[in-house]
């Protein structure tokens, strides 16, 4: 009797013990549950947070978008045309633009090409840009005391105007791609200087400056539009962040090691060519099928010139807010994310 006592106290001790043992579990489970419910109200008040918010912005840019539409209303009364006239104006100024860069990215194949040819490694940094809200914050002089390379005589006069339709553009890009020579004191040679930054073209489609800085990228100001860089250097990624700003339609570069002529807008790649093994390649047959790219808008700096049959004069770039073509394109996820460099070219 004794053995069968002490047995069955063993086994009472044993469930008490496991008893304990689920006591503590749910004691720690009832814990845990707790600081889920903390967790989960939390939350809540996040969601609350973040549906106000939400609200409130899709307020501001709706009252935006009245304001702005507001505003352009006004100046196409001021200008006296009707509205159907300024859209077929905005979409001749698009057009413009459109061709302006096919015209500037031709003209850098050409220009890597020839580069290929005679077995020269050039760069080139090519911007188009709207000369009348160029932003002196986002631009500037590459080297101090640079005298300007398009003011002289040779680029003066109708006939000599580096416009990107004209002979004299190729001089300007063949200067931009050459290297300075670095002299001694006794007048020998003893090396060679890249001529670092960029050229810029308006949208008269003439160049008229060159050796700029793009002072975003040295100051590591970047836009959340800005993707990461998908191949290239520095100067590519000056390029990125240019082609998002606001006064800039395009930029294109050439890369001074590999010849290959790429073209950057909104902030993103736009395609390629691959000089040495003859390929080009768009957007959409990197990443595939994409979205709208978006139309920058920017505020009226100059007022818009009207002739006496009420019609505008495209070349004199007078229309405005900038506006592009809408293309797809996609804004893929890139691997390599390249950081924010200082450069200009």
Do not use: W
């Not at 086994?11 to 549950?33: D, F, G, P, V, W």
């Not at 590591?220 to 250097?233: F, I, Q, R, S, W």
């Not at 006064?247 to 390629?272: N, Q, W, Y």
């Amino acid at each position: 009797m004794s053995g069968i006592f002490f047995s069955k106290k063993k086994q009472i001790e044993s469930l008490e013990i496991k008893l304990q043992e689920t006591k503590n579990q749910l004691a720690e489970m009832q814990t845990k549950n707790s600081s889920l419910l903390e967790n989960i109200s939390q939350l809540e008040r996040y969601k609350d947070d973040f549906n106000e918010i939400n609200s409130e912005y899709n307020k501001l840019k709706e009252k935006s978008r009245l304001e702005l539409e507001k505003a352009v209303d006004k100046k196409i009364k001021e200008l006296g045309i009707s509205k159907n006239k300024f859209a077929q104006l905005m979409a001749d100024r698009e057009e413009l633009i459109e061709l302006y860069i096919d015209k500037l990215y031709s003209l850098a194949k050409h220009f890597a090409l020839e580069s290929k040819e005679n077995g020269e490694n050039r760069g080139l940094f090519v911007i188009l840009v709207d000369e009348r809200n160029l932003d002196d914050n986002n631009f500037s002089v590459f080297h101090e005391g640079q005298i300007e390379h398009l003011n002289q005589e040779c680029y003066l006069g109708i006939d000599q105007i580096p416009h990107i339709f004209s002979p004299a553009i190729k001089e300007v890009f063949t200067f931009m791609g050459e290297k300075d020579e670095s002299i001694d004191r006794d007048g020998k040679v003893i090396g060679y200087d890249e001529r670092d930054g960029a050229l810029l073209v308006n949208l008269k489609g003439v160049a008229f400056m060159s050796r700029m800085m793009v002072e975003g990228v040295r100051t590591h100001k970047v836009y959340d539009k800005v993707e990461p860089l998908l191949e290239g250097n520095a100067k590519h990624n000056a390029a990125l962040y240019a082609s998002s700003l606001d006064e800039v339609m395009a930029v294109i570069v050439i890369s001074e090691e590999t010849s290959k002529v790429t073209l950057f807008r909104d902030g993103k790649f736009v395609k390629s060519y691959d000089t040495y093994a003859d390929i080009e390649k768009t957007r959409i047959e990197v990443f595939g099928e994409g979205e709208k790219r978006e139309t920058k808008v920017v505020p009226m700096k100059k007022p818009i010139a009207i002739d006496n049959s009420g019609t505008e004069e495209i070349l004199s770039e007078e229309v405005q807010p900038d506006s592009q073509v809408s293309s797809q394109v996609e804004h893929p996820a890139y691997e390599e994310p390249v950081s924010p460099q200082s450069s200009g070219g």
